[in-house]
């Protein structure tokens, strides 16, 4: 099996470096590829002899010479005119011929000096040779007879290696896992769906290789369920000449700007990039894409080669774009091309500059690949979408009931797009499934489960050829397949299974997705597809999935379809040291006292507290005096740096709707120590846990701990004296607007105490979490 370049100017490199290979025979094969350039009618030898000249002639102005015919020796001449025809030689080949008959030139000539095509194929570097050399010469090695092989069995793994580094990810980590699973099949089928030069990024790498681990050990019953959505990759290096082309390397400076040059940079930053055009090798093999897949829906996703590494999520830091693909060919060419263009801008994204500051990265040539998938689904009367979709996780950071399994994992899932399963949106409730227990949830009581169930729904609009976002119970009907499995109806105060798809009240559908728990296999196949992973990954891992479920006529149980999109090491709190929690502590010292979901941790030294007063938040007239707030508070955290401070505060911040909490992200907040969401009447809505979620990855990478206060709650304990007596120092760190400063509040807790300082305990076990005066000294 020969593998051709991806491109007419990959062919060309791959050429040269082909010939590099062989400094003394390198003519004898140009003239070889001369002669077939001629025989097939290409260029004959008149036209080829004056062209080289010309360029030659061309060549000499260009380093200097006035007059080319008298002011260069003959000798020079002879050898400027050598490397000219050479130079044209490999040109018109790459474009016209194949890489095939490149290697068929090159076997011939070796073969003359009686070096057999084996040999010749073994002899070669994989480190300096073209990749299609690297693809023959592992595939050569494959074809070879046992004994021979196992002789050769280290070259093949150099092979493997020198190709997951090429065209994947040159991450060690990644590559000592990879090396293990991949065969020469596998990458090869990656290469040739790849368009460009580069690498395919992160997001690709960790979905190939997650693929490619289960469909090895998974039981027969589990790999009837497994299923890889259709795939290409944008390579790296496309980005560079798309920049290039479009003149657009003057904002390659942005992440040395400050944060709000960036901000304001960033629209025309988008526009630029939307509107650019693309070499015509890479957007014929979008053309190309797009005829393959018909009218299918596509989604282009952000592939970086920063993304998903251990430590470094960037989770929603750059674009992801739905396209529904329903227009002329034209046209959805053209909306494939400013999609990809959007996501090349969004490497300039301030929260991703941001975020890349704050891991040291900010130096790190960042490169966008772009990873083009066949969005996972099926068409609902005007509607395409998945029946389920969401985030799993090896491990259970944050428990609801001491039964749950940590090391059994948890999914969040929901209808629709999962979109609103990794985005911590404000106006939603995903389902949280812990997998050890799969039905246990946080509240048993219906009418809580209803109002804290899912309300909207992401999908694909066919008519409309558009995403769009709806109510569920303008898409959801009793003529949905599924919809016995997803949900169920709320009747005086019980929830039923759908019997029947006649049923007067649709809106009494609530989605609990109970019965796809107790009905399939689904949390089984779950829990054991991120066990394998992790015991691969030798770390925990996260995953984004979908799921279609289907009838079997044959069996009781439905058919699961379960598609990995994603998969990447799962951010997590550092291990502390072990604290005992302080059975005895003086009400007069206690800041605040939590039993919602509180994570094993101890913080100590905490010497600042920024307290957004819930009554002032909320009085805020307008979303931008909330985004204002929003910035002073991401100001209040770089002059913070270096020092312990947590964030208390009402709702859900970060969320995407500022009625429901503070419109932070992670840029803002990336110093604070710990995150508190205070929650109950006038204060904001109860906590939905953002466990999954791309700000719950945030928090988890730089150590933050999540926790929320529910001031209803008789066992919660907050200090009101602390948090609204104190004097509030804000305004010897930043400048706030005075229509902000009753929204802002800044504590040196040794002004409320002096000496004291905070510390706060943490237990999974007890499931409590303690703030209280310290004074002891650290």
């Known amino acids: 099996m020969t593998l051709p370049p991806t491109s007419s100017s990959d062919f060309l490199l791959s050429i040269h470096l082909g010939l590099s290979q062989y400094p003394i025979l390198s003519s004898r094969i140009r003239s070889r590829m001369r002669k077939r350039l001629i025989e097939r009618g290409i260029i004959d030898r008149v036209t080829f002899e004056a062209r080289a000249r010309k360029m030659a002639i061309r060549s000499q102005k260009r380093e200097g010479l006035l007059d080319p015919l008298y002011e260069e020796p003959a000798p020079v001449w002879d050898q400027r005119l050598a490397k000219v025809r050479d130079y044209l030689t490999d040109l018109l080949f790459s474009q016209r011929l194949t890489f095939e008959e490149f290697s068929d030139i090159v076997n011939q000539v070796l073969l003359e000096r009686g070096v057999a095509e084996k040999d010749s194929l073994l002899s070669i570097n994989p480190e300096l040779s073209p990749i299609e050399k690297v693809f023959e010469q592992a595939m050569t090695i494959e074809r070879l007879p046992y004994e021979e092989r196992s002789k050769m069995e280290a070259r093949l793994l150099e092979c493997k290696v020198v190709l997951i580094r090429s065209l994947i990810s040159d991450q060690l980590r990644y590559i000592n896992i990879a090396k293990e699973w991949f065969t020469i099949e596998d990458l090869a089928e990656i290469y040739k769906r790849k368009i460009g030069g580069g690498k395919i990024?992160?997001?690709?790498?960790?979905?190939?290789?997650?693929?490619?681990?289960?469909?090895?050990?998974?039981?027969?019953?589990?790999?009837?369920?497994?299923?890889?959505?259709?795939?290409?990759?944008?390579?790296?290096?496309?980005?560079?000449?798309?920049?290039?082309?479009?003149?657009?390397?003057?904002?390659?400076?942005?992440?040395?700007?400050?944060?709000?040059?960036?901000?304001?940079?960033?629209?025309?930053?988008?526009?630029?990039?939307?509107?650019?055009?693309?070499?015509?090798?890479?957007?014929?093999?979008?053309?190309?894409?797009?005829?393959?897949?018909?009218?299918?829906?596509?989604?282009?996703?952000?592939?970086?080669?920063?993304?998903?590494?251990?430590?470094?999520?960037?989770?929603?830091?750059?674009?992801?774009?739905?396209?529904?693909?329903?227009?002329?060919?034209?046209?959805?060419?053209?909306?494939?091309?400013?999609?990809?263009?959007?996501?090349?801008?969004?490497?300039?994204?301030?929260?991703?500059?941001?975020?890349?500051?704050?891991?040291?990265?900010?130096?790190?040539?960042?490169?966008?690949a772009v990873l083009i998938q066949v969005v996972q689904g099926e068409q609902f009367g005007r509607y395409y979408l998945p029946h389920a979709a969401g985030v799993a996780f090896s491990r259970n950071l944050y428990r609801w009931s001491p039964q749950i399994n940590r090391e059994d994992g948890f999914v969040r899932m929901v209808w629709g797009m999962g979109t609103r399963a990794v985005d911590r949106v404000g106006n939603d409730y995903p389902r949280l499934v812990a997998l050890s227990h799969?039905?246990?949830?946080?509240?048993?009581?219906?009418?809580?489960?209803?109002?804290?169930?899912?309300?909207?729904?992401?999908?694909?609009?066919?008519?409309?050829?558009?995403?769009?976002?709806?109510?569920?119970?303008?898409?959801?009907?009793?003529?949905?397949?599924?919809?016995?499995?997803?949900?169920?109806?709320?009747?005086?105060?019980?929830?039923?299974?759908?019997?029947?798809?006649?049923?007067?009240?649709?809106?009494?559908?609530?989605?609990?997705?109970?019965?796809?728990?107790?009905?399939?296999?689904?949390?089984?196949?779950?829990?054991?597809?991120?066990?394998?992973?992790?015991?691969?990954?030798?770390?925990?891992?996260?995953?984004?999935?979908?799921?279609?479920?289907?009838?079997?006529?044959?069996?009781?149980?439905p058919d699961l379809c379960i598609t990995v999109l994603q998969c990447r090491p799962q951010s997590h709190l550092i291990g502390t040291a072990q604290r005992p929690f302080p059975e005895q502590v003086n009400p007069e010292q206690v800041i605040f006292r939590t039993h919602f979901m509180v994570p094993e941790g101890f913080v100590d030294g905490v010497d600042y507290v920024l307290f957004v007063p819930p009554q002032g938040y909320f009085a805020?007239?307008?979303?931008?005096?909330?985004?204002?707030?929003?910035?002073?508070?991401?100001?209040?955290?770089?002059?913070?740096?270096?020092?312990?401070?947590?964030?208390?505060?009402?709702?859900?911040?970060?969320?995407?709707?500022?009625?429901?909490?503070?419109?932070?992200?992670?840029?803002?907040?990336?110093?604070?120590?710990?995150?508190?969401?205070?929650?109950?009447?006038?204060?904001?809505?109860?906590?939905?846990?953002?466990?999954?979620?791309?700000?719950?990855?945030?928090?988890?990478?730089?150590?933050?701990?999540?926790?929320?206060?529910?001031?209803?709650?008789?066992?919660?304990?907050?200090?009101?004296?602390?948090?609204?007596?104190?004097?509030?120092?804000?305004?010897?760190?930043?400048?706030?607007?005075?229509?902000?400063?009753?929204?802002?509040?800044?504590?040196?807790?040794?002004?409320?105490?002096?000496?004291?300082?905070?510390?706060?305990?943490?237990?999974?076990?007890?499931?409590?979490?303690?703030?209280?005066?310290?004074?002891?000294?650290?």
């Open 201 to 368: 990024g992160g997001k690709a790498a960790g979905m190939l290789l997650a693929i490619r681990i289960l469909r090895e050990l998974a039981d027969e019953e589990l790999l009837d369920c497994l299923n890889a959505a259709e795939s290409y990759y944008v390579g790296s290096d496309v980005m560079y000449s798309f920049m290039n082309i479009n003149n657009l390397f003057h904002w390659n400076d942005q992440k040395y700007k400050t944060e709000e040059e960036m901000r304001v940079d960033y629209p025309h930053i988008i526009e630029d990039f939307e509107s650019g055009e693309f070499p015509p090798d890479v957007l014929e093999r979008l053309q190309g894409l797009l005829a393959s897949v018909g009218k299918s829906p596509l989604i282009v996703r952000s592939s970086s080669l920063l993304e998903d590494n251990f430590g470094t999520a960037f989770a929603g830091k750059y674009e992801s774009v739905f396209l529904p693909n329903q227009a002329t060919q034209q046209e959805n060419l053209r909306a494939l091309t400013r999609a990809i263009g959007r996501i090349f801008g969004s490497t300039l994204n301030p929260n991703a500059l941001v975020y890349r500051a704050s891991k040291g990265l900010a130096d790190y040539d960042e490169r966008m």
């Open 438 to 557: 799969p039905t246990l949830r946080p509240s048993t009581n219906v009418k809580a489960i209803s109002q804290y169930s899912q309300r909207y729904v992401d999908l694909i609009d066919l008519q409309e050829n558009r995403f769009h976002t709806l109510p569920i119970h303008d898409v959801l009907t009793t003529r949905y397949p599924p919809v016995r499995y997803l949900a169920q109806v709320e009747e005086d105060g019980y929830f039923l299974p759908l019997r029947s798809a006649l049923m007067s009240d649709p809106k009494r559908l609530v989605l609990t997705f109970d019965e796809l728990l107790k009905r399939t296999s689904f949390a089984r196949h779950m829990r054991t597809i991120l066990r394998t992973l992790e015991t691969q990954y030798r770390a925990p891992v996260d995953l984004e999935f979908t799921l279609g479920v289907s009838d079997n006529s044959e069996s009781a149980q």
């Open 620 to 778: 805020l007239p307008t979303l931008n005096a909330r985004h204002e707030l929003s910035h002073a508070i991401g100001r209040v955290n770089r002059a913070l740096e270096g020092k312990r401070y947590i964030s208390v505060g009402p709702g859900r911040w970060g969320s995407s709707n500022s009625d429901l909490g503070v419109p932070i992200g992670y840029g803002d907040i990336y110093n604070t120590r710990a995150l508190v969401e205070l929650a109950g009447k006038d204060v904001g809505p109860e906590p939905e846990p953002s466990l999954g979620t791309h700000f719950f990855q945030d928090l988890l990478e730089a150590q933050i701990y999540p926790l929320a206060v529910l001031l209803d709650d008789e066992k919660a304990q907050f200090n009101r004296a602390f948090f609204y007596e104190a004097p509030n120092c804000v305004d010897e760190f930043v400048d706030v607007d005075e229509k902000l400063c009753g929204a802002l509040r800044l504590i040196r807790v040794a002004d409320f105490a002096p000496g004291a300082h905070l510390t706060i305990v943490m237990s999974d076990e007890k499931n409590q979490a303690l703030a209280y005066l310290n004074t002891n000294a650290l």
